[in-house]
């Protein structure tokens, strides 16, 4: 459905535009009661538009310049998106009832076919059903999210995906007379194919070498692992916010972008316990640790790594002066014990860590 983009059209509807300058975006949302919906979602695209099934129209327009507060004129793609009203099956373009249980309240789905649905969407399109062991439907989405990298994709709460990274979260929160704060939201975070290529390069000389899927462990003994940084901006904290913020400073937006360069090692500890390397753990509170904002925000942000462990030392003792694992290993396992409290996998490698998911929870 195409409206034309006036004023008047816009009334009592959520408008949003993903142009560059982001920062000023909430000024371009104009508040709407329209029956039944409440919210808004977007995605951020540009030159490709991938059809979410929430986003019941967008419109072209020369004229953005009449939206009421706009600050960017000469942007002129704009989208219509709502959420599905209370009471309306989640799945994608579905408009029936949600399922009464037997208690009298109400489910998020119509069916249990769709319960399905929802829970295994592909984070692209949010369309179809992921594949298995994959985090979209279709090579077509793989590639066209790949292509679009270095991004987030908002995982949606209830899906598979955020359950199953809130447990790790949770299950491996191990500081004694805390809880786990609660997950508020959860991103995929999609690299660039040029960096996806150099990681599982990496991560197949080291399976070549170690033979680790023959004894039963995933190729090159790929586990995930987490990282706590710095953060500057809002970056995470909700729809608004999730473009990489301008500064070089800020740890998280060039990790999620970048990956980890061991080139900045030291810049933030001044050292590191097993010599120059990239650090992360099993261990969610560990990492809590080193989650730091520089800015006003209810959220804490903490990074899901993928990493190659390889054939990993193991030590319970300092040792500063490592700049690579010792010899014949791919990694340090730095265990718990000795001088630390809590573990620590250290490569030494580029290649062998790539962020994937950033978890927002509260602070």
Request: charged letters at 15%.
């Amino acid at each position: 459905m195409k409206l034309s983009l006036t004023a008047a059209a816009l009334t009592g509807i959520s408008v949003f535009s993903y142009a560059t300058c982001l920062v000023n975006a909430t000024a371009w949302v104009v508040g709407y009661q329209s029956a039944g919906y409440t919210g808004w979602n977007m995605r951020q695209y540009d030159d490709l538009y991938v059809g979410n099934p929430r986003e019941v129209a967008y419109i072209f327009g020369s004229n953005a310049n009449t939206l009421p507060g706009a600050v960017c004129g000469s942007w002129t793609e704009w989208y219509i998106i709502t959420n599905p009203a209370p009471g309306t099956c989640q799945a994608p373009g579905c408009l029936k009832p949600t399922h009464v249980n037997k208690d009298g309240t109400c489910g998020d789905y119509c069916s249990l076919s769709h319960k399905t649905l929802g829970e295994t969407l592909c984070l692209m399109c949010l369309a179809s059903a992921k594949q298995t062991n994959s985090h979209f439907c279709s090579k077509a989405c793989a590639d066209a999210a790949e292509m679009k990298g270095p991004m987030i994709l908002e995982v949606p709460v209830g899906h598979v995906t955020f359950r199953d990274v809130t447990d790790q979260f949770k299950a491996s929160w191990r500081h004694t007379g805390t809880k786990p704060p609660s997950v508020k939201r959860i991103y995929k975070i999609v690299s660039p194919q040029s960096s996806l290529a150099s990681y599982n390069a990496y991560k197949s000389t080291v399976e070549a070498r170690g033979q680790f899927v023959a004894a039963g462990r995933s190729a090159g003994n790929e586990n995930r692992r987490w990282h706590g940084t710095k953060r500057e901006c809002c970056f995470g904290d909700g729809k608004g916010f999730m473009q990489f913020c301008g500064s070089q400073t800020c740890s998280l937006c060039c990790i999620v972008r970048t990956s980890f360069d061991l080139g900045l090692f030291g810049k933030k500890t001044g050292w590191g316990r097993f010599g120059k390397g990239i650090y992360t753990s099993s261990t969610s509170s560990k990492s809590n640790d080193y989650s730091t904002n520089e800015c006003r925000s209810p959220l804490k942000a903490i990074l899901l790594n993928k990493v190659v462990v390889g054939k990993g030392c193991k030590l319970t003792q300092d040792n500063v002066a490592l700049t690579s694992p010792p010899q014949g290993y791919d990694s340090v396992l730095a265990e718990k014990g000795g001088s630390l409290n809590y573990d620590e996998l250290v490569v030494y490698t580029n290649d062998a860590i790539r962020p994937s998911f950033l978890v927002m929870y509260e602070a």
